[in-house]
């Protein structure tokens, strides 16, 4: 059965509103068929949602593994013991679209190092080190001890990939300074942290070369549920991060409309052809 797409998590605002819309319809006693009219695209959006994922191939079974098991998990109560940092949500987790998207570029790019930024549960690590050879890695960050033991113990040890995957725990940009001075280099970059420092994280990525040659950056939650576009919620790192990377004339970017939108940049010398 189809679940009600008004109990499912969005994060389109504007599907909030029309949320709203039918909410404030029924209860002014509004004309069926303006109702009916406004359900009916409620609807489409959630039978985009069921085709999009049944249009992408299935996750691995480790992967599902995670995914039920962060959607089961006591975060208010692992939070409250002080055993993380914040509150932590498996929305902050991507999906499996998203994850196999992740997993299809890594191919497509031949990437061997991958640098996620942001590793909650391990779900894009995991499916970024499913596509690389024997001898790939992710080096992953996240800043809570648990959150190691959690993925190191109950998720990696299921999948063959897993030892593909070196998590380093810190905070983030302490960590990618560490790494840049090291003269560390990656062919793929995964940004999915706190979105008030991407702006540091790209200095350190284009600036201190932590990008490899030919390397791409991926940036989750680019909409940010609406703060990169919405008039009404003023400067946002969101926003200000977005006119960092349209105003630099050395890089090229393409926001992908995927969950909360998933930023592509490049160096502008990596996609300029050559004419005769």
């Not at 593994?65 to 929305?91: C, F, M, Q, Y």
């Not at 350190?204 to 950056?217: M, R, T």
């Not at 991060?241 to 890089?251: E, G, T, Y």
Request: glycine share 6%.
């Amino acid at each position: 059965m189809s679940q009600n797409p008004r109990r499912r998590r969005y994060h389109d605002p504007a599907i909030d509103q029309l949320i709203k819309a039918i909410d404030l319809a029924e209860s002014t006693n509004s004309a069926p068929e303006v109702i009916k009219g406004l359900k009916y695209a409620l609807e489409l959006v959630q039978l985009r949602d069921d085709f999009t994922k049944s249009s992408t191939s299935a996750e691995s079974e480790a992967c599902k593994n995670i995914l039920e098991e962060t959607l089961k998990h006591d975060w208010a109560a692992v939070h409250a013991e002080g055993k993380t940092t914040w509150r932590l949500s498996p929305g902050m987790m991507s999906g499996s679209v998203e994850g196999q998207f992740l997993k299809s570029f890594v191919s497509a790019q031949k990437a061997k190092r991958i640098l996620d930024v942001g590793m909650f549960t391990g779900y894009s690590a995991l499916s970024m080190a499913e596509a690389l050879p024997a001898d790939g890695e992710v080096v992953t960050i996240d800043q809570d001890d648990y959150l190691k033991t959690l993925v190191e113990n109950s998720f990696l040890k299921k999948s063959p990939h897993g030892y593909k995957i070196k998590i380093i725990i810190g905070k983030a940009p302490e960590v990618i300074q560490q790494l840049s001075d090291k003269g560390e280099k990656f062919d793929i970059i995964f940004l999915d942290a706190d979105k008030s420092e991407y702006i540091l994280y790209l200095k350190y990525v284009f600036e201190k070369n932590l990008l490899a040659p030919g390397g791409s950056v991926l940036v989750d939650n680019a909409y940010r549920h609406g703060d990169g576009y919405r008039p009404d919620v003023g400067e946002t790192p969101t926003k200000i991060f977005a006119q960092a990377v349209s105003s630099d004339p050395s890089l090229h970017s393409v926001l992908l409309p995927i969950r909360d939108g998933i930023l592509l940049i490049r160096r502008k010398s990596d996609v300029e052809g050559t004419v005769l």
